[in-house]
């Protein structure tokens, strides 16, 4: 039995870790638990799955948090804040803790995690792409596996099992598309949140869903395969497949052309970067190829996704550089999410502030560059957009 800890308990990726383990209970046990806010949810979860710690970050609902679950004869550690948040992801005797933290917000524990010798089974992919020069030379330190938990990554690492060293050419990322792949990029003008969050395929956050539809979340996927499997910038594509059946493909020396397929479903990642080595059996539904049906593929429209460009370049200059394009782009989609700015206007932010970054961009950051950066990357958001023009009101094309 593997002794789990998750951080980012009550959101998407914390539900599904959770009906993993709540299906294999000879598999899996909870060691910690840690959430944002949701008190009555993480409530329920530490009476289900009795974990010895838990953590809530809103510091003013941890009295709410220790009341909703007063009655336990057993009662966990109860911490609040990010310290307590830090404290949950090293504690005891975890083996993997799954990182499921939105945004940057996840790499102090993730940190803390790897500095106490625990795998970390990495759902969240600003970690990586924020601190990518930091936590990877952490890894290599304490001696931990790094373990993708995201459909695409694992796509990549299940297909590079048996991969000699050196076998590896190409890395393909399929894109789903997002809510306008069937948009023109002219209607993007009078795109409306609810638009945006309408995505076709995942049931996922609000902020990565957003993600998806601007497909910053597929550049953000081309920085963190860079530092994840070793690869150039050239050598990592895009291309879009609406079906998302096959979850990405490797391309070997030889052109071979291996693939990973599987029905949209986020536990199958969770599960193997969870069990990795082993393949458990699942009760889930068998992928059917006649069921399934046409599998097609397609450029993607960089008109329509200029943010691809945006990620491709931050990479390139590597440095803080992804760390200020990470952190721009939460701000700018937290100011649309809010009705702030237009949809358009979350390229342009990132755009203007990445480009006031350039000459300050830090070659080898340590990690309070990272942070240093993140923070001015949000301030600089925030000036930037109170100069643009407000949104226009909107009625949804669909």
């Given at each position: 039995m593997k002794a789990i800890t998750l951080l980012g308990s009550t959101g998407s990726i914390g539900t599904q870790t959770l009906d993993i383990v709540a299906q294999n209970p000879e598999k899996f046990r909870i060691v910690g638990l840690a959430a944002g806010n949701n008190v009555e949810m993480l409530a329920a979860q530490i009476r289900q799955f009795r974990p010895q710690i838990a953590a809530i970050w809103a510091e003013e609902k941890l009295p709410a948090l220790k009341a909703a679950i007063s009655d336990l004869e057993i009662q966990p550690i109860l911490l609040a804040g990010d310290s307590g948040i830090i404290e949950v992801a090293r504690y005891g005797d975890s083996e993997s803790v799954v990182t499921g933290i939105v945004g940057c917000a996840g790499l102090l524990p993730t940190i803390a995690a790897i500095e106490a010798g625990k795998d970390i089974a990495l759902a969240n992919k600003e970690t990586l792409i924020a601190g990518g020069p930091v936590v990877l030379p952490l890894v290599e330190k304490h001696g931990v596996k790094l373990l993708p938990a995201d459909s695409e990554h694992s796509a990549i690492f299940q297909c590079l099992q048996g991969v000699p060293q050196g076998g590896l050419h190409k890395i393909l990322l399929t894109a789903s598309g997002g809510a306008f792949r069937d948009w023109d990029a002219q209607q993007l003008a009078n795109v409306t949140v609810a638009d945006a969050l309408k995505h076709p395929n995942w049931s996922m956050g609000k902020k990565i869903t957003v993600d998806s539809a601007t497909l910053m979340n597929k550049g953000l996927e081309v920085i963190e395969a860079h530092f994840l499997f070793g690869l150039d910038y050239d050598d990592i594509e895009i291309v879009i497949h609406p079906q998302s059946i096959i979850h990405s493909l490797i391309e070997l020396q030889d052109t071979s052309v291996l693939a990973q397929l599987g029905w949209p479903d986020m536990r199958l990642p969770l599960l193997y970067a969870m069990s990795y080595p082993e393949r458990i059996y699942t009760n889930w539904e068998r992928l059917n190829l006649?069921?399934?049906?046409?599998?097609?593929?397609?450029?993607?429209?960089?008109?329509?996704?200029?943010?691809?460009?945006?990620?491709?370049?931050?990479?390139?200059?590597?440095?803080?550089?992804?760390?200020?394009?990470?952190?721009?782009?939460?701000?700018?989609?937290?100011?649309?999410?809010?009705?702030?700015?237009?949809?358009?206007?979350?390229?342009?932010?990132?755009?203007?502030?990445?480009?006031?970054?350039?000459?300050?961009?830090?070659?080898?950051?340590?990690?309070?560059?990272?942070?240093?950066?993140?923070?001015?990357?949000?301030?600089?958001?925030l000036e930037v957009s109170a100069k643009l023009a407000p949104p226009m009101p909107t009625v949804s094309l669909r």
């Open positions: 006649v069921k399934a049906g046409n599998l097609t593929f397609r450029e993607p429209d960089h008109q329509k996704y200029p943010c691809m460009k945006l990620a491709y370049a931050a990479g390139r200059a590597g440095g803080s550089m992804p760390a200020v394009l990470n952190a721009a782009n939460e701000q700018a989609v937290a100011l649309f999410l809010a009705e702030k700015i237009h949809y358009l206007d979350i390229a342009k932010c990132i755009e203007i502030v990445c480009d006031r970054h350039q000459n300050d961009n830090r070659s080898h950051p340590n990690l309070e560059d990272i942070l240093a950066a993140d923070k001015w990357a949000r301030q600089a958001v």
